[in-house]
């Protein structure tokens, strides 16, 4: 099957060619940082974890939003996803690859990662979360490609394929639930002391993720001529409707605890990320800008007029899309860390080393999404159900 | 007409399921070893030694770093000069940091005067959970000991860690160090590190190094578990507090302010 | 026909590439002699023995010195019976005195890194290198 994505256009190659800069771009920069340490980064002793693990924690939960198709087609045997799970499903391999390469690059002594396997510590969240990763990762390829094969030669697949779906489904909340828990068990860090933090990690996901599928369906459908149908991108825009309001209904929870319970320790970081904390402001209009974003997508999402306008669609999508990166990525993970224990605020911002390697790892998510959509087209043509939906081609 | 010929796709199947057979059974020996050599989580005896401190702050002297230079000299401890990647195992901090829901209404001089802080060798540390490779772990004495050769410097103890009392190397720390002792390892780039109680010293019978150079003995040293020591006295004679007790980390570090 | 002769030329070059540690190093002069190292009296077990098994027991030592907290870690005792410190710094270079003239030798010639001396026995603390004290690091590179 990987002969599939040996074959294309010139356009193909050149995107290819053009992601392999960025890759050797973002594997220079990393070598810089192996040379000197993580001094390239900006983070410090007060912020001690940043862009690398922020995005991290993000990509997780657009890797585990591939369950919202796997759940409804396969459980539930609700057809509509049919032509697009497997597209769900290369977004998580493509995501979870992201997610370990963003653990490797911000460990500090990365020759011995293989202490993680030496010294299983099953009390240790970190421990759990690089198992269910790879775990899932293995899950995803193994599932796709027997899906896959089976597609190819007009067959169902395999029975012990249908166990591992079945398997992939608790997997993947468990992914998300499993880097909620990274944060949401440490005494000293307030924002994230909450037991909504899993809830809204997964509500987060379940937006932003088939928000990012919808964008790349419609881009698929541009490049080649595969089109799904309207019904599961409708089916798709609703699960992100549901899943941004009530990732904004628990953004309003915390404030509402924080706020009322009138506890500094809790009201200190939202303080610090909507309005400022002595002075430091550098957050607050990441924070109304995600805000803003997350509103008005949902706002258009939710006029059925509009969310019928694929233009429309398109924006509302792409501003859910951002809204959550910032909300996850810069407000959560960030201002987690402010103020520090020691109530000192130290502000942080990206290093350009730290940008190198993050748009490296973007871009090799980026081919291997490529190479999947690209395998899964040629399956779907050879398969003889290339274009619209119900519609077969002859080949 | 059948063939008995192994196709490529068989064999390649055949070769990944034994390698990962060998990978998890491989797995869970190493695990199993590690399991039987662990001292993590030990179980807190409430009868065996438990090393703590209490600090006076009274007796502090304003503007004296003489602990801090003995600690920082004797452990290699770099002198970084950026505040945002500094290494330090002992430093001052104001009052109304150490502890915030204390000092509200008290006079300026009273919130700004300067407390030592350092590791709070807690009971129950939350570094310790979190750490993915036991590099940190607990000692039945009640250290929280640093193994700076199995740390990978995930930096996930920094975070757990509620008292900030962890530093991080971003940089190889080796020209950072002004006057180097060769009787302590200094450490790599890429590993968290922090007070040890002066382990090495403990072991031989000695007190901390902090405790032993304070000109105005501000620090006493000794076993929290035995009713007659040093420290235990001060404690039912004094009152004291100890950092985020309402956090379940049982801290060794007490102060009497 | 070409194709025959891309795929010897193809084939040719990879073996080159594969075999390139075996006739690459024939160009530079071997080391003729075994290499002697510097000893002074007797070391804590027989030669055969440390060559075999160094690493090993300097893992064993670490692990138990670092991890365990029996009063009487620190002490190792050789097979005669003979009581040692367990340190690399004391006990080791105490003889060996310094990784360049010792450890480095052999693991030089094979092509084995090893990291102990990134923080331990390092040539500052042995004061081989004095250094200029660097500028504080900047905020970002």
Redesign the interface.
Known sequence: MIDKALRGPLAYWLWLGALGVVIALGVVSYLHQLE?GL??T?MSRDVSWGLYISQFTFFVGVAASAVMLVLPYYLHNYSTFGKIVVLGESVAVAAVTMCLLFVLADIGQVGRAMNLILHPTPSSMLFWDASVLNGYLVLNVVIGWSTQVAERHHIPPAKWVKVLIYLSVPWAFSIHTVTAFLYAGLPGRHLWLTAVLAPRFLASAFASGPALLILLVFLHRRLTKFDPGKKPINLLASIVTYGMLANLFFLGLEFFTAFYSNIPSHKHTLEYLYIGLDGHTQLVPFMWTSLALGVAGVVVLLVPSWRRNEGLLIAACGSIFISAFIDKGVGLVLGGFVPSPLNHITEY?P???EIGVSAGIWAVGAFVLTVLFKIASGVREEAGECCVAGEAAEH | MTTNRVTRKGFLKLVAGAAATTAIGGVNVLAAKEAE?S?HGAPEAPTGTRWGMVVDTRKCSPGCTDCITACHERHNVPT???P??EVKWIWKEEYKDLFPENAGRMSKEKQERPLLTLCNQCDEPPCVRVCPTQAT?K???GIV?M???RCIGCRFCMGGCPYGSRSFN??DP?????K????F????RGVVEKCNFCVERI?QGLKPACVESCPSKAMTFGDLNDPTSEVRALMDEHATQRRKPELGTEPSVYYIT | MHKTWAGALFLLVIAAVITFPLWYSRAEPRASAPIVLPVSGECIEPVEVMRRSHMKMLYEW??SV????A?DR?TYVNSKGVKFEKSL?RTCLGCHQSRHTFCDRCHEQVSVTV?CF?????D????LDA???????????
Do not use: W
């Open positions: 000197t001094t390239v900006g911002h290093g350009l080393t | 050599a001292e970084i000069g950026n945002k990647e772990f000692r039945d004495d000991m193994d700076f050769h971003f940089r080796e020209p950072y160090i002004a180097m002792n060769p009787e390892p200094h450490r790599t072991d | 670490r692990d670092v991890r365990t907290s009063k620190r710094t990291t990134q923080c331990h026995a390092s500052r603390a042995q004061g250094g200029a004290t660097p500028e504080a690091p900047h905020d970002h590179e």
